[in-house]
Each structure stands twice: as C-alpha cells, then as structure tokens.
C-alpha cells in the first residue's frame, strides 16, 4: 500500500483509533475524510487538523450507506481507500442475553463494513493504489466472554476480509486487516490510559504505521502486542489466553422482575 497521495475515507475516524488513523494518514499528506455519526465530535477533529473533511454516517442504515457512498464519491473522485473501523463493544451476560445488544453489535461492526465495502468497491476498483483496510481485534483469535458479541463479529470480519482479499486478487484493490490489542480508547467505559492491561493510542499508531511504511505491506497489521492472541491457537497457547481473559468478571444479571 502506498502511505502517500490517497484520498482515504475512515468510519469511526472521530475518536480512538480512527482517529489516531486519520491523524497518522493525514500528517503524511493524504487526503483523509472521516465519517461517523456525531457531527460535534468529527467537527472537532477535523478543526484540528486543517484540510481534513468529514461527512456523518449512520453505518447501521443500509439506505443511509447507499446515499453516503454517492456523495462521498461525487464530492471525493479520488477516494481510493477505505478503512473500515466503526464498531461498538457491549458487555453481555448469555445467562440473561439481552438480544438488542447483541443485533445492535451485529449490524454496526459486521453488517456495516460488508454493506460500506459493496458500496464503494466499484469506486476503488476504478482507482489506482487502491485498499480496503478492516479494523478487526485480536479477540477475533481468543473471544472476550465479557463481550462475545463483539468478539464474534470481529471474528467474522477477519473470515470476511481472507475472503474478500482472494475474490479481489487481479483487481487494484489491496485487501489489509489491522489486528489491534486492548487499546485504551473510549470503546468501552473505564478504559483508562494508565491500565497496564491496554496499550496507549499514541503507541499503538505508531507502531501500526510503522509496520505500514514497511515494504512490502504485510496482509495483517499485527504490533507485538496482539502477537499472544493472534497466534495463541498456533502456538498451543489458546487456552491459557481465554483463561486469562476469563478471568475478567461477567456482567451481572439484571434484577428480577417483581
């Protein structure tokens, strides 16, 4: 993947690692837009850095996606990379499942990545260097049980991506999947910056374009960190990796209905 001259368009690019992405992108000369829902939070981001743009998304509406993908093509011809990052965590608890979380979960990190990528691919099949990059998690390798939603559909999006790489092999189109470990972003509440189980936003961008600016692109994003999880079934160590994200408490039950 080339790290300059693209217009890449970033979904959850208002925080976190999106924006820690757009930023990156951004400040080596790229064209970069950034979309999510909030209008306030993408404004801020993009007065920060001048010459950024954003367009808002509502990436669980399947129409919505349809209308956003004409106009970010009509407004940005150039678009020729796509970084598929919005998703939402919830904690669940399957003994007393709460199935609206878990669909809500479902259509926002795995609908709307299969739903977004359709909609623009025959833009960035048109377009010279260009690159769908899936943001999944290395707990698509070793799930969370305090989030099984949300490690499922990671999981799906890493199958989805292999896939999708090998359908769109001959075509310009380059097919990446960043590999992120706990990162402390506001995913989640009590995500904090100084848990030593999560690894800061700064460093993790640094070293994901790191590995980036190294030729040739690898396939997979994977920083050290996330290597345990990634890996853990290859190297026999599957099962010390879920008992240790086990151990972490379960969400509670909610209170009986009098």
């Given amino acids: 993947m080339k790290l300059t001259h693209n217009t890449i368009l970033i979904t959850g690019g208002g925080s976190g690692?999106?924006?820690?992405?757009?930023?990156?992108f951004h400040a080596l000369g790229n064209k970069v837009i950034i979309a999510g829902r909030r209008r306030h939070v993408l404004e801020k981001v993009t007065d920060a850095n001048p010459g950024m743009a954003s367009l808002?998304?509502?990436?669980?509406?399947?129409?919505?996606?349809?209308?956003?993908?004409?106009?970010?093509?009509?407004?940005h011809p150039t678009l020729n990379v796509l970084i598929n990052n919005a998703g939402i965590m919830?904690?669940?608890?399957?003994?007393a499942p709460?199935?609206?979380?878990?669909?809500?979960?479902?259509?926002?990190?795995?609908?709307?990545?299969?739903?977004?990528?359709?909609?623009?691919?025959?833009?960035?099949?048109?377009?010279p260097g260009a690159a769908i990059i899936n943001v999944s998690s290395g707990l698509a390798f070793v799930p969370f049980p305090s989030t099984p939603t949300?490690?499922?559909?990671?999981?799906?999006?890493?199958?989805?991506?292999?896939?999708?790489?090998?359908?769109?092999?001959?075509t310009p189109v380059e097919v990446i999947?960043?590999?992120?470990?706990?990162?402390?972003?506001?995913?989640?509440?009590?995500?904090?910056?100084?848990?030593?189980?999560?690894?800061?936003?700064?460093?993790?961008?640094?070293e994901t374009m790191q590995i980036l600016k190294t030729p040739p692109t690898p396939p997979e994003i994977n920083v050290e960190r996330v290597k345990f999880l990634r890996f853990a079934e290859a190297t026999g160590s599957f099962d010390k990796a879920l008992?240790?994200?086990?151990?972490?408490?379960l969400p509670s039950e909610p209170a009986a209905k009098p």
């Fill in 177 to 206: 999947e960043i590999i992120p470990p706990a990162v402390a972003t506001d995913l989640t509440p009590g995500r904090h910056a100084d848990n030593p189980h999560y690894m800061s936003v700064e460093d993790y961008i640094a």
């Fill in 98 to 127: 709460q199935v609206a979380d878990a669909e809500a979960i479902i259509t926002t990190n795995l609908l709307g990545p299969i739903r977004l990528t359709a909609a623009l691919l025959p833009q960035l099949q048109k377009q």
């Fill in 150 to 170: 949300y490690s499922a559909t990671k999981a799906a999006l890493h199958s989805y991506t292999v896939s999708l790489r090998v359908h769109l092999q001959g």
């Fill in 90 to 95: 919830r904690p669940e608890n399957l003994k």
């Fill in 243 to 249: 008992q240790m994200l086990s151990q972490f408490a």
């Fill in 56 to 75: 808002t998304l509502d990436i669980d509406d399947p129409r919505a996606i349809q209308s956003f993908a004409a106009k970010v093509t009509e407004l």
């Fill in 17 to 24: 690692i999106g924006r820690g992405l757009a930023e990156a």
